[in-house]
């Protein structure tokens, strides 16, 4: 008999939150053998990007992938392993997790996951509530979380809605779509070649600057500043929309009053942007429809929310808000529930008294806890009560598809919280710098053998991912893990809630459907399910806020003691008092095209591509330091725990006196159990305990005073 025939599937790519369509080829032995972007999907439209093409497949059938479960032997760290069965990995994890709620209680529980932007963030909440802990850890207080605070507050609810294909205006603000979301920077071009207009704020010069019809370089951390202005040119100038803001907004006089205070030399004073380009900034936005989009470089200053705040009101008066060609409010078919919905649902809410024991809810309410965006925890908090105990101690960790060794802030000090833990076990493709720490590493499914299904945020559908093929070697998806853990939590008494009622994925995602009308056999036929949007249908839309409109003034902001209005706060490198000896400024999230965030560091045709990790550095700076390119420069922050060592790329992309950088570095060739990361990693020389925006608790990323030297 010959060979079964390959078919071709449709999908979703899930390796970032860009959701891109694709068709995946399996061969008749039931692995992936391409995968190729999907003409037809709504969202990306037949674009894609090589991690999705390349990366993902390969970090399913690579050599070194994670195929069994592992138990540490000798020292935490020390590299020795021994495979075991699941039942005894599942076993120990529940006898052990156990044994720390009986001596500490169930809040010394914790979990650790990227986001709700993929199902493993809600499973992992609802698993941690079930044993009745309101902790849990998100990567999104450093990527995304200022932008959805702010959008929640605001009442926006526009995150992820560019309508780039109408709009006569782009603004584009710390974002780089070439890097970060390849399908928009096709829409983009796109959209210049019919003749929209493109302004670009960036301190970076970006490939968007680079085709802009206006480039405005601020210095990093100031954007707040432009908004205001740009806000007090559509006051001024009568271009702001009076009957939406009359009948759906509150505070426009109060935020009239604020931004007046932001003429266009005040904000050029502030930001070092000519007046003269804040105007036609203003002037050109003015004219639209005009569609905002935003990126990490917003999140990463500690002003983040409040500058986002002034954007979102931006959109909101000059009348762009769910209007075509603007930013579209996110909706969803009638009956769907997001897996954001699920972290709300009161079937799965734990007792108020103990959600508000989530640590850090009592200084950022807004962020954790259960007024919190996703009721997550405040992650610095997290690993100071790992460390010393306080507001009391959290003694078992654990963490799934997260590397939070690398991408946290202060590496020395994470690495410290995670040694210091009675248990931790990590679930993972490959051995990484967290899971090298690990008392148990469980090896999890990746994006080509699990079932998801999700509301996209960019266009009116829902996506679809296939379980192409049987996972590999003994790997399980974070709700079968969950399950089986909590089925032996269980028998040993230790389950306080039943808050994860699903027992498969099938199962979880016809739940997620509901009565929507979407049924799972025609996404798992076509890959996606596109829904009626009606724009600006304001008078039956719902503003979720406590006033039912979009607040300018911010009820809910007030309430926790937190300016109400959008403001400008000095960033970190510009405040009063600059540490002796740190003449330069650290900027980092820079996005790479070969990488996600830490991931595929082990894929040799990426390192091929970006081998080292890189800093911008501007020519005037290299000179008076003594560095040339390709050079490698030790740098150092006024508030981090050491230096790191990065090869220099001398451009002038980036402004003099600025070294920019990206995240994730860390080397898999090196030895365990860091694999280099104290040495390559941009997060070993920061802290996460600086100056933090005041509503999330995030600290700044993106304009650190520091210092640089050759070698």
């Known amino acids: 008999m010959g060979e079964a025939a390959s078919r071709v599937i449709p999908s979703t790519c899930w390796e970032c939150s860009a959701y891109c369509g694709s068709l995946l080829t399996v061969g008749g032995d039931g692995r992936v053998t391409k995968v190729a972007p999907n003409p037809a999907s709504p969202v990306s439209r037949g674009?894609?990007?090589?991690?999705?093409?390349?990366?993902?497949?390969?970090?399913?059938?690579?050599?070194?992938r994670l195929l069994h479960p592992l138990r540490r032997l000798g020292e935490r760290g020390s590299g020795r392993w021994e495979r075991v069965s699941w039942d005894s990995a599942l076993d120990e994890m529940a006898a052990r997790l156990d044994a720390t709620r009986r001596r500490h209680g169930p809040l010394s529980l914790t979990g650790a996951v990227s986001g709700a932007a993929f199902s493993r963030g809600p499973v992992m909440a609802l698993l941690l509530r079930s044993l009745g802990s309101p902790n849990w850890m998100i990567n999104q207080d450093l990527c995304g979380g200022c932008r959805a605070v702010s959008d929640r507050v605001t009442g926006t609810a526009m995150t992820g809605g560019e309508d780039v294909a109408n709009a006569a205006c782009l603004l584009v603000v710390g974002r780089n779509p070439a890097a970060a979301d390849p399908p928009q920077w096709i829409e983009i071009r796109r959209a210049k070649e019919r003749g929209a207009r493109l302004v670009v704020i960036d301190p970076f010069r970006t490939q968007a600057a680079e085709i802009a019809d206006l480039w405005l370089r601020p210095e990093p951390g100031t954007d707040a500043a432009i908004a205001l202005a740009m806000i007090r040119h559509l006051v001024e100038t009568g271009a702001w929309d009076r009957g939406f803001v009359e009948r759906h907004c509150h505070g426009f006089d109060a935020l009239a009053a604020r931004a007046a205070r932001y003429t266009p030399g005040h904000a050029a004073a502030l930001t070092g942007v000519p007046a003269d380009d804040i105007e036609r900034a203003a002037a050109m936005y003015a004219d639209g429809p005009a569609c905002f989009l935003s990126g990490h470089g917003i999140d990463a200053a500690s002003n983040g929310v409040q500058t986002f705040r002034a954007f979102h009101a931006l959109v909101a008066i000059s009348g762009n808000l769910d209007r075509r060609g603007g930013n579209r409010r996110s909706k969803r078919p009638p009956g769907f529930r997001t897996w954001m919905d699920l972290l709300h649902d009161p079937r799965f809410r734990l007792p108020e008294a103990v959600a508000n024991r989530a640590i850090g809810a009592d200084r950022y309410p807004l962020w954790a806890g259960p007024l919190g965006w996703q009721t997550a925890c405040h992650n610095s908090s997290v690993l100071e009560a790992m460390l010393t105990g306080e507001p009391?101690?959290?003694?078992?960790?654990?963490?799934?598809?997260?590397?939070?060794?690398?991408?946290?802030?202060?590496?020395?000090?994470?690495?410290a919280a995670l040694?210091?833990?009675?248990?931790?076990?990590?679930?993972?493709?490959?051995?990484?710098?967290?899971?090298?720490?690990?008392?148990?590493?469980?090896?999890?499914?990746?994006?080509?053998?699990?079932?998801?299904?999700?509301?996209?945020?960019?266009?009116?559908?829902v996506t679809y991912t296939a379980a192409a093929g049987p996972p590999q070697g003994e790997a399980r998806s974070d709700l079968d893990i969950a399950v089986a853990l909590l089925d032996r939590m269980r028998a040993l008494g230790a389950v306080a809630h039943e808050f994860l009622p699903w027992r498969s994925r099938d199962e979880f995602n016809r739940d997620l459907l509901g009565d929507s009308g979407i049924a799972l056999e025609d996404l798992r036929r076509d890959g996606f399910a596109e829904f009626p949007y009606a724009l600006g249908d304001f008078d039956r839309q719902v503003f979720a806020t406590p006033t039912g409109r979009v607040e300018l003034h911010s009820t809910l902001m007030e309430r926790f003691g937190l300016d109400p209005l959008p403001d400008y706060v000095p960033p970190l490198d510009r405040r009063a008092v600059r540490p002796d000896g740190?003449?330069?400024?650290?900027?980092?999230?820079?996005?790479?095209?070969?990488?996600?965030?830490?991931?595929?560091?082990?894929?040799?045709?990426?390192?091929k591509v970006s081998p080292d990790p890189k800093v911008h550095v501007h020519p005037e700076t290299a000179a008076a330091h003594g560095v040339r390119d390709g050079d490698w420069v030790s740098i150092e922050t006024a508030g981090g725990r050491g230096a790191v060592r990065l090869r220099a790329a001398v451009t002038d992309r980036t402004l003099p006196g600025t070294l920019t950088t990206g995240v994730g570095?860390?080397?898999?060739?090196?030895?365990?159990?860091?694999?280099?990361?104290?040495?390559?990693?941009?997060?070993?020389?920061?802290?996460?305990?600086?100056?933090a925006d005041p509503a999330t608790g995030s600290v700044d990323t993106g304009s650190i005073p520091c210092r640089m030297r050759p070698g």
């Open 582 to 607: 740190f003449p330069l400024r650290l900027q980092t999230g820079m996005r790479e095209k070969t990488y996600h965030h830490s991931r595929f560091r082990e894929q040799a045709w990426a390192r």
């Open 47 to 64: 674009a894609f990007c090589v991690k999705g093409i390349r990366a993902l497949p390969e970090a399913t059938y690579q050599e070194g």
């Open 665 to 691: 570095w860390w080397l898999p060739e090196r030895p365990a159990p860091e694999f280099g990361a104290l040495e390559v990693n941009v997060n070993a020389a920061l802290s996460y305990t600086g100056p």
């Open 419 to 461: 040694r210091s833990l009675d248990f931790l076990a990590v679930a993972a493709h490959t051995m990484t710098p967290t899971a090298a720490q690990a008392d148990l590493v469980l090896p999890k499914t990746t994006g080509l053998e699990e079932e998801e299904v999700a509301l996209n945020q960019k266009v009116p559908c």
């Open 392 to 415: 009391y101690p959290v003694r078992a960790l654990y963490a799934s598809g997260v590397n939070i060794a690398v991408m946290y802030p202060d590496t020395r000090r994470t690495l």
